[in-house]
């Protein structure tokens, strides 16, 4: 079983701040990779630098995604290489629609790849087994990107364009934040769907609820920026019964 | 009616007129654009839309003034553009509401995206003179959102690409007011 | 359901409780401009040959210039400069120059100014210094030798030019020049007393430090000016008021401010502008022609708080020239005019530096006959990458015989930059009005409360004292009167 994702010494600083302090991790294919911590741990900004946001300067250390030097890639060139990130505030783009919007991407990467353009009908098929996945109505893609959507529909939006972009590591920012049950199962049962032996994922989340539902192969506590302890599902009940406090280095 | 059409510049709205225009600033375009509009009977809806692609030297002034002499009259102006390399773009928009002009609903936006060497100016006014109104205005002058344009790239939308499709967002709302023939004229030139 | 002209009409005509005149000794110069009474003044002032020549020279440059009359003031007058007393002083009693003369002490007392420390030590109220000053002169500064001892000065203008005449030299003129305009250079020319105040390298200032300025001679005009340095990493509150008696005459307030923040220094300078605003008539009132200017070096920090209540006609615009990188200022403003009041206000926000961050709230509330603007300019130079500002700018109509009027400058020549701004202008809500009459609050008191609630983003930045101040100010200036 080979690393997806191999991460050393990373330290990063927002404005002048460091909030990464040294992260060492390494993600093997077709593990899902749980990422717990406080407020302020920095645990957003791990899936900002991986994936490249402007705003975040990495000041040391390295990034290996499959294999190549994942810091010296534009935040597409990550994209086509199968990174994806389910944002914690997904953004809006006024008169965009969805199904542009994606038709855009699923493109821009099949040329990146060297692949011709998908057929309009080849295009179609792919978004409805897509919306499909996510409980969407076909009046969905037609909407602007996430204007005027609910926290729910936003972060179902998320989970279907990780469907259509079919990346092998994606990072799943607080997806259950502000999600009602209903919505956290659909979402769950979105992910898991894609789940398979070469896909991995980075679950970011401060409850056990989701966990229950996406269950992690690993599980990391992260403390103003460092990782403070890695374990198994043990960590998710002591964190729930204890709190943050009760894990040290 | 649209920007290719002569504009009457100055118009006076009596009961139940309702009028929409459509301006449109193509690259290329310098000019004075000066709008005076008096609404005198009650009932008149009036929509002023403009839109302007500066770049390469343009100068575009609009100055824009719609007066609600009576009450229960609408209006909005919106103008959006995106101005770059050397243009320059100035907006002087007035609403002015008489004295018992009551139930008068007025509004003004004015919003711009300006790209490397663009300059804005922008002074959207409200003359107020009325109390039961509802009256704002609003208006920006900033870069192309970051956050946006980062969503994009992460969904592995090119730079270029992303860029474009954002302005294109950025005035879609203006976009959608044009008939699709010259819609899509419009958006080859962004 | 009463209508809101209801309301008000049946609300009562309020007295304003500054109004009194002071019965005191005082020396006057003649009445008139020219060159002998710049020079008359700076004699009495015991001013050195530098000064003289600056006023002189300010002096030449104002004769050149015309009245500004872009502002939204259709009721300023047309001001008869010949006919304005210059300079008045409450004499001296010869024998005992050191002390306060009780006619004073007992005005500044009326009107809850604490000009000597034994009050503030004794009494509930927190420690603030102040430096009052009465027609042309200060007539005392309190906690002066406490604060000396941090190397803080805090005096009157006059007094620094006679102690600290190179820091005077050096900073005097720096952010608001003779010529910048008609009423500035008017200032630099005639200007009598003001507070001056420099903190020194990191330090903390321990207290608030106040100006309080009183107009009591009539004919007369009053032209203050205050300088403040803060020096690198120091930090100060800073805090003024006004008020004058009440007469038929329209009298002349024109002031100079400056302030200068240098590296990572922190302003905060608050304002409750209470003159005199004539009666319910329209006669009479302060004619408050005022400017106020900081700059702001590196990373430095200067928030401008003003409640504007008084004065028939203001015409002001504290504003901040962001030449620091990073650094960054705010504007708060409540701008309240009742009656046949007249106020154009508002800021200018100057973006030079990268990374300069600029926010400005404006609340403006008409009543009466009355006239509000809000008038702003945010300018974001080429070089200022990374500037952001935002402004908003609220409107409040009380009664449909007043005007409130927004217009905001923006010019914008960096791609890097955002610049936002939002006005809205709207009538006091009904409903609220409705629901304050229903759970037994009076129609007046109702609208206080309203009117309070929509300043409260503003009041709240105020230091403490001072925001129940406003709060009052709020509530009694809207009192009667109201369409």
Known sequence: MSNILQIRNLHAAVEGKEILRGIDLDIAEGQVHALMG??????????????????YEVTEGSILFKGQDLLAMTPEERSWAGLFLSFQYPIEIPGVSINNFMKAAVNAKRKAAGQSELSPADYLKL??????????????????????????????????????????????????????????????????????????????????????????????????????RTGGRELVEQIENQGYDSIND | MLGRDEVPRRLTLRENDDLHIVFVARPGYSGNVDFEIDIVRPGANLEIA???????????????????????????????????DRAAVSFDGLIYVAQDAEKTEAYQENHSILLSDGKVDTRPQLEIYADDVKCSHGATVGSLDEDALFYMRSRGIPFEEARK?????????????????????????I | MPQSEDIIRSATQQEYKEGFVTEIDQEFVPKGLNEDIIRLISAKKAEPQWL????????????????????????????????????????????????????LQETFDKLGIPISEREVLAGVKSKVAVDAVFDSVSVSTTFREELSKLGIIFCSFSEAVREHPELVRKYLATVVPA?????????????????????????????????????????????????????EGSSLSYMEGCTAPMRDENQLHAA??????????????????NWYPGDAQGRGGILNLVTKRGICRDGAHLSWTQVETGSAITWKYPSTILQGDYSSSEFYSVALTNNYQQADTGTKMIHIGKGTRSRIVSKGISAGFSENSYRGLVQVLPGADGARNYSQCDSLLIGNRCGAHTFPVIRNANPNSVVEHEATTSKISEDQLFYCNQRGLAPEEAVGLIVNGYAKEVLSRLPMEFAVEAQKLLSVNLEGSIG
Not at chain 1, 38 to 55: D, E, H, I, M, Q
Not at chain 1, 132 to 144: C, W, Y
């Open chain 1, 38 to 55: 406080p407020n302020g741990a920095g645990k957003s900004t791990l899936g900002a630098v991986l994936t490249g946001r402007p705003g």
């Open chain 1, 127 to 228: 978004l409805k087994s897509k919306t499909a996945l996510v409980q969407m109505k076909g009046e969905f893609i037609k909407r602007d990107v996430n204007v005027g959507f609910s926290g729910g529909e936003k972060k179902r939006n998320e989970i279907f364009q990780m469907a259509m972009l079919d990346p092998d590591l994606s990072i799943l920012d607080e997806t259950d934040s502000g999600l009602d049950v209903d919505a956290l199962k659909i979402v769950a049962d979105g992910v898991n769907a894609l789940r398979s032996p070469s896909k991995s994922s980075i679950v970011i989340t401060h409850y056990k609820r989701l966990l229950d539902l996406i269950v992690p192969d690993v599980v990391h506590v992260l403390k103003a920026g460092r990782i403070v």
């Open chain 2, 50 to 84: 403009g839109l302007y692609l500066s770049n390469n030297g343009d100068k575009v002034n609009f100055n824009v003034c719609v007066r609600h002499l009576v009450g229960g009259s609408h209006s909005r102006q919106i103008f959006k553009g995106i101005v770059g």
């Open chain 2, 165 to 189: 499709m954002q302005m294109i967002s950025f005035v879609s709302d203006i976009l959608d007011r044009l008939p699709e023939s010259y819609r899509n004229d419009v958006i080859s030139r």
């Open chain 3, 52 to 103: 003289l020549d600056f006023r002189l020279k300010a002096f030449a440059r104002w004769k050149e210039m015309t009245p500004p009359e872009w502002g939204h003031l259709s009721r300023l007058p047309e001001i008869d400069f010949q006919d304005i007393i210059y300079y008045a002083a409450p004499r001296r009693d010869e024998d005992r120059p050191k002390e306060i003369d009780p006619a």
């Open chain 3, 179 to 231: 010529g910048d305009n008609f009423y500035a250079a008017l200032n630099s020319a005639v200007f009598s007393d003001g507070s001056f105040c420099y903190i020194p390298k990191g330090v903390k200032c321990p207290m608030d430090l106040s100006s309080y300025f009183r107009i009591n001679a009539s004919g007369t005009g009053q032209f203050e000016r205050t300088l403040i340095i803060a020096d």
């Open chain 3, 256 to 273: 100079v401010v400056e302030i200068i923040v240098e590296k990572d220094a922190d302003v905060r300078y608050s304002t409750v502008q």
